[in-house]
């Protein structure tokens, strides 16, 4: 059948996240992004929620199976209240969800209930690369696998709280495959970097990081010796950042409305006017239509069904449109206020920019 | 629990119409654009003996839910099929599939403002062993998307208990048919009182062969050139009191009889976001192939800096048209399952008409001197997407109603 009725249990999780986004990551949102840092007592809270515990099956300390369109609901709903806090709740995330979705039994068993059932604690991924033309089915760090070691050799940027993992989940080209690989910190060739400076997520703290000649034993290879396959990986780094997009984009129309409602211009509301109006119309139409594709491609995902990978990619791509159109609206829409700082609107459009070019710092 | 499995009946519905698609529409297609106002009876014929066969062409959601043999309602998923089916026929031919008999607008219009009784006595007509046509008249020269500008009027004759309808209708589609061809019907939209504005509206439905309606005049026009698109002139028209659609109390000049009216269109917006579907899908699927057969074939999942040009284009056709079908579905849905859509049908109808026009315009361009060439169909699609932005509600009426819903605006406070 079709249907746009989340369970119950979903619609628990997702007002709880409601409440947490509006109560905590909103009143914080602001002034983390000016200070580049997100109060840690924050992030702990927002990990308590247990979305990622949700999606991790009980044999391995958690209290659900893996649900991509669960994984969405939440995402959009939490990333409303403010995206740098969202991807730092999501971050241990980024080096459990690949051992859920693709880990073998041994590395489940061995990594992941240490995870899901402690507090919030900085584990990792490394995959984004500091070149524009960044892939991430053609990465150009590379691995090599000789006997019972495998070398890791490369650049990587953008990797989340990468100065105080405790692990990190490393991609990189195995014969020409992407594949992941566990790497705990003080491995002998890792350097972490200075910490990123950017358009925005200025809260949530990225380094780049060198891998120089790393070493880690065979069986550190995502699903083990044999490897595994990178699609549904992929694809789940897709759907998260779709997400992302929908709830900074909802954020920022809701935002949007509420002004034009409230400020007059020539005799009536500025949304009275149909020039506002229609814009307003076509960015909640544009969110409405990439929230269905990227519930589609999760249920797709979820289901195992061939097509799940397409399906992400295209919402993946929709969505980097959507936030870019949406957010400069928004800011568009309270003309000069929406320059100012004051506003969130501009933090937004900022943010907005980062969904084309950056898949990779979240999974679901 | 979210999930996107076509429902059993609507896969089944539709690979059968997949065949009507592929080998009774497209082999026609050019003939009847090339043709206007030629009749396409053995497409009719044809699509007559199947609804007849697959349990009526009444052409709308039965109201009501059907059972299991225990007794337990089946989910209603009528709407939902009704999408995939002009979804699948526009696929096949748009212009054609606006000339599969059934009750077409003048049914929607029925279901969405009729009451019981006269539901099941005015759509019988279209179960018969003949092929009979449905439509709806509201537009007039001074009112399309303003329609409570309409001047047709209803006057009640109380002596003879019958309306007496005066005025003068354009923009008909399929006025023709239902008049002339076969026992149809026309719903007529006309104002009790004049000077009630909006209040005063009513819909009527005039059956084929009522005395003082007639078709004055066929459009030509950019496409869906197998359609007729009739003006109707009314003078004098009688009709018998019950043919004013909703109960009686619609005599009384409220605005309900207007609302009810209105709710015909919450039924149809998605229905046209359907067929502009069809459209864009066969496009992007003749793209495909001819681009396949120069060999080039769309790579997924590459950043888009590395991807060539044309790649982008079709990789935003695919996007464009996944997401605008699932706004229809969703629309639908919540149509099936008695939620208020009327935000959800306009966004499908918004965005429906966006990306079928977008991308039978992209498919032109892409596709080189081949694209603007009658050899392919691409050129009749470019032409027949446009009208998908334009009947049932302009694409800027839709927004207008949008906006008014996500702004919790009165018509009054956004115009």
């Known amino acids: 059948m079709y249907s746009f009725e989340p369970t119950e249990e979903q619609r628990m999780l997702i007002d709880t996240i409601t409440r947490y986004a509006h109560s905590n990551l909103r009143p914080a949102s602001h002034d983390a992004d000016e200070e580049n840092q997100f109060p840690l007592n924050l992030i702990k809270k927002g990990w308590e929620l247990g979305v990622l515990q949700a999606s991790t099956p009980?044999?391995?300390?958690?209290?659900?199976?893996?649900?991509?369109?669960?994984?969405?609901?939440?995402?959009?709903?939490?990333?409303?209240?403010?995206?740098?806090?969202?991807?730092?709740?999501?971050?241990?995330?980024?080096?459990?969800?690949?051992?859920?979705?693709?880990?073998?039994?041994?590395?489940?068993?061995?990594?992941?209930?240490?995870?899901?059932?402690?507090?919030?604690?900085?584990?990792?991924?490394?995959?984004?690369?500091?070149?524009?033309?960044?892939?991430?089915?053609?990465?150009?760090?590379?691995?090599?696998?000789?006997g019972d070691t495998i070398t890791l050799s490369?650049?990587?940027?953008?990797?989340?709280f990468a100065n105080e993992a405790k692990m990190m989940l490393v991609f990189a080209s195995l014969d020409g495959k992407t594949q992941g690989f566990i790497v705990p910190a003080g491995t002998g060739g890792i350097t972490v970097g200075e910490r990123q400076k950017l358009l925005g997520i200025n809260a949530l703290p990225l380094y780049p990081v060198k891998f120089d000649k790393v070493q880690i034993p065979a069986s550190n290879r995502l699903g083990g010796v044999n490897g595994h396959d990178f699609a549904p990986i992929l694809a789940s780094q897709w759907l998260a950042n779709a997400s992302l997009a929908l709830g900074v984009s909802r954020a920022a129309l809701e935002y949007a409305i509420d002004y034009a409602k409230d400020r007059e211009v020539l005799g009536s509301k500025v949304a009275q006017k149909q020039a506002i109006a229609f814009m307003m119309a076509e960015m909640a139409t544009e969110i409405e239509a990439i929230r269905?594709?990227?519930?589609?491609?999760?249920?797709?995902?979820?289901?195992?069904?061939?097509?799940?990978?397409?399906?992400?990619?295209?919402?993946?791509?929709?969505?980097?449109?959507?936030?870019?159109?949406?957010?400069?609206?928004?800011?568009?829409?309270?003309?000069?206020?929406?320059?100012?700082?004051?506003?969130?609107?501009?933090?937004?459009?900022?943010?907005?920019?980062?969904?084309?070019?950056?898949?990779?710092?979240?999974?679901? | 629990m979210i999930e996107f499995e076509a429902p059993k009946p609507i896969a089944k519905q539709n690979e059968m119409l997949k065949m009507a698609a592929d080998y009774r529409m497209r082999p026609i297609s050019r003939y009847f654009d090339e043709h206007e106002h030629e009749i396409p009876w053995d497409f009719i014929n044809f699509m007559h003996s199947v609804q007849q066969m697959a349990g009526g062409g009444g052409g709308m959601a039965p109201s009501e839910p059907k059972k299991d043999a225990d007794g337990k309602e089946r989910p209603r998923i009528g709407y939902q099929m009704l999408a995939c089916m002009l979804e699948m026929l526009s696929y096949g031919d748009v212009g054609l599939y606006l000339c599969v008999p059934g009750g077409g607008l003048g049914s929607a219009a029925i279901e969405a403002a009729g009451t019981l009784e006269q539901k099941q006595k005015f759509l019988a007509r279209f179960n018969t062993d003949k092929p009979a046509f449905g439509a709806m008249a509201i537009t007039e020269a001074q009112a399309g998307s303003d329609n409570s500008a309409l001047r047709t009027t209803a006057v009640l004759d109380k002596e003879k208990n019958e309306w007496v309808l005066n005025g003068e209708k354009i923009f008909v589609t399929c006025g023709q048919k239902a008049l002339e061809e076969g026992d149809g019907l026309v719903v007529i939209w006309a104002s009790i009182d004049l000077s009630a504005g909006r209040a005063g509206i009513r819909s009527f439905v005039v059956p084929a062969g009522a005395p003082?309606?007639?078709?004055?005049?066929?459009?030509?026009?950019?496409?869906?050139?197998?359609?007729?698109?009739?003006?109707?002139?009314l003078q004098d028209c009688r009709i018998p009191f019950e043919n004013i659609l909703g109960s009686p109390e619609v005599e009384q000049k409220t605005t309900e009889g207007f609302k009810g009216a209105m709710a015909t269109f919450d039924a149809t917006r998605p229905l046209i976001g359907a067929s502009a579907v069809g459209v864009a899908r066969a496009t992007l699927e003749l793209v495909k192939e001819q681009l396949a057969m120069q060999g080039i074939a769309i790579r997924y999942g590459l950043p888009r800096q590395k991807l060539t040009s044309i790649e982008r284009d079709v990789l935003d056709m695919e996007m464009m048209l996944k997401s605008a079908w699932l706004l229809v579905i969703k629309a639908v849905w919540m149509a099936d399952n008695?939620?208020?859509?009327?935000?959800?049908?306009?966004?499908?109808?918004?965005?429906?008409?966006?990306?079928?026009?977008?991308?039978?315009?992209?498919?032109?361009?892409?596709?080189?001197?081949?694209?603007?060439?009658?050899?392919?169909?691409?050129?009749?699609?470019?032409?027949?997407?446009?009208?998908?932005?334009?009947?049932?509600?302009?694409?800027q009426i839709n927004r207008l109603i949008v906006a008014r819903n996500i702004l919790g605006y009165r018509g009054s406070e956004l115009r």
């Open chain 1, 58 to 146: 009980e044999a391995y300390g958690g209290f659900g199976e893996h649900s991509a369109v669960t994984g969405v609901l939440a995402t959009e709903e939490m990333a409303w209240g403010d995206l740098a806090g969202t991807m730092a709740v999501m971050t241990p995330g980024l080096f459990a969800v690949p051992i859920i979705l693709a880990g073998s039994e041994d590395q489940k068993k061995e990594y992941l209930p240490a995870i899901v059932e402690g507090d919030w604690s900085p584990y990792s991924a490394a995959i984004i690369e500091p070149y524009f033309d960044y892939d991430p089915n053609d990465l150009k760090t590379t691995a090599n696998v000789d």
């Open chain 1, 154 to 160: 490369g650049e990587k940027s953008y990797v989340p």
């Open chain 1, 292 to 364: 269905v594709l990227t519930w589609e491609a999760a249920w797709l995902l979820d289901t195992g069904k061939e097509d799940a990978y397409k399906e992400a990619y295209l919402a993946h791509i929709g969505a980097g449109d959507m936030a870019m159109m949406v957010t400069d609206r928004a800011v568009q829409i309270l003309g000069g206020h929406g320059y100012i700082r004051e506003h969130p609107v501009e933090k937004w459009m900022r943010e907005g920019r980062s969904f084309a070019s950056l898949p990779g710092m979240a999974i679901i």
């Open chain 2, 212 to 233: 003082g309606i007639k078709v004055t005049k066929l459009e030509h026009k950019m496409g869906i050139r197998a359609s007729d698109t009739a003006s109707l002139v």
């Open chain 2, 338 to 395: 008695r939620k208020a859509n009327s935000k959800e049908a306009s966004m499908s109808k918004v965005r429906g008409g966006d990306v079928v026009t977008k991308i039978t315009q992209k498919a032109v361009e892409l596709m080189g001197p081949l694209g603007y060439s009658r050899d392919l169909l691409l050129e009749k699609w470019f032409r027949d997407a446009k009208i998908s932005d334009i009947y049932e509600g302009t694409g």
